[in-house]
């Protein structure tokens, strides 16, 4: 008990003369051991299709990419071959991250990964932490899903901005499949559809059992869109596009991936009560968010300097030193009692043995007589 509870003590002191010199190598360190510790906790996945530099090494960041051999991997994160499945390996550009969404959505659902929670984002959009993950136990007591993106779009609706900038007809189609083979979902749909607030981005991080049920609804809504439109290949897709608009339109070939955003705002909106969804607005490249866009500010790394080394070692010694003295001290101090109280039984064990003998008794017998007076003969 009193080794553990000094183990404890030792733990908590360098830990306060980590966050005095902020030595950062120490703290990757202590990071590290805490991820392997917590690797079925949280996995957020990475979503790219080139290299890119703005991560660090944290084991619950995981690329997901088609080749992964283009990538440099410079922080030897785990890299996940999307192994695109039929429904969309001749249609990933128009779904584009959705494609890498649906890979994890099968994984998880097949039991070939778990962890308790999910995230993902995209090689140059983060969340605003990259070492230092929030307490998500902590944030989950009071929220249901995290997003990296929220738009109030004032006086427009979520339908009218995708009318603006993509094909309405599409924006309705999506809706009439809802209403025909996912009713509930149906009425939410009509209210966000006229609705200003927009969770866009397709960032999120939420519960395993959550994410199963995001998947769900999202491919069974895309897919039997696909089937209206007789969509398999990219090239019908391109012909859509082309038909429409008159001439081809590179931007518009991700009809799905659009579609995607307006999508996952119904379901946060019917599947999460909205007073329960955490915004954390993202980081894009090398921009730092803003202190008051969230609680958690990404901040960039200082480099770690040859004095900040010295001094926590002086430190460490110092505090290990006067630890080290505390447990001889104690240990010594434990042996002395040790030994005085083995003398105190053989003691008593020694006079025990005396009270009941025959020797003992005579001796008392002769100093009776010897006390008695002489007259007493």
Known sequence: ?????????????????IQKTKCNIFKKILNIFKAKKEENFLNIFIATHKDFQNYRYNPVYKIIANDPSQLK???????????LHNEIKDMDNAY????RIYHIYNLYK??????????FNHYRRYFP????????DEIFLNYDIIVGFMLDMNEKSLRDIYCYFHICKNYDEMINVIKDIKPEYYKTAIEVSN????????????????????GKFMFDVLFEFDRRHNFKTMDDIYNYVTNYYGKPNEIQKRIQGYLSERL???????????????????????????????????????????????????????????????????????????????????????????KNSKKR????????????????Y
């Open 1 to 17: 008990m009193a080794k553990s509870i000094i183990i404890e003590l030792l733990l908590l002191i360098i830990s306060l003369s």
């Open 129 to 136: 932490f990259l070492d230092n993950i929030p307490d998500l």
């Open 110 to 119: 097949n039991g070939k990964m778990s962890s308790k929670y999910i995230g």
């Open 73 to 83: 991997n410079k922080y030897n994160l785990e890299v996940i071959y999307c192994d």
């Open 96 to 99: 584009a991250e959705m494609s």
């Open 264 to 354: 996952s705002t119904i379901f946060y909106y019917h599947y999460f009560n909205n007073s329960r969804i955490k915004v954390l607005n993202f980081v894009n490249g090398n921009q730092i968010v803003p202190k008051n866009s969230s609680n958690i500010v990404y901040k960039k790394e200082n480099k770690i300097s040859l004095s900040k080394i010295i001094i926590f070692v002086i430190i460490l010694i110092f505090f290990g030193s006067i630890v080290i003295f505390i447990i001889k001290y104690f240990f010594r101090d434990f042996k002395i009692k040790k030994r005085k109280y083995k003398k105190i039984i053989y003691n008593n064990k020694k006079l025990k043995k005396w």
């Open 361 to 376: 008794k005579m001796v008392l017998k002769l100093n009776h007589l010897n006390a008695l007076p002489n007259n007493h």
């Open 195 to 214: 609705n200003n607030i927009f969770y866009g981005k397709n960032m999120f991080i939420m519960k395993k059992k959550d994410f199963i049920n995001y």
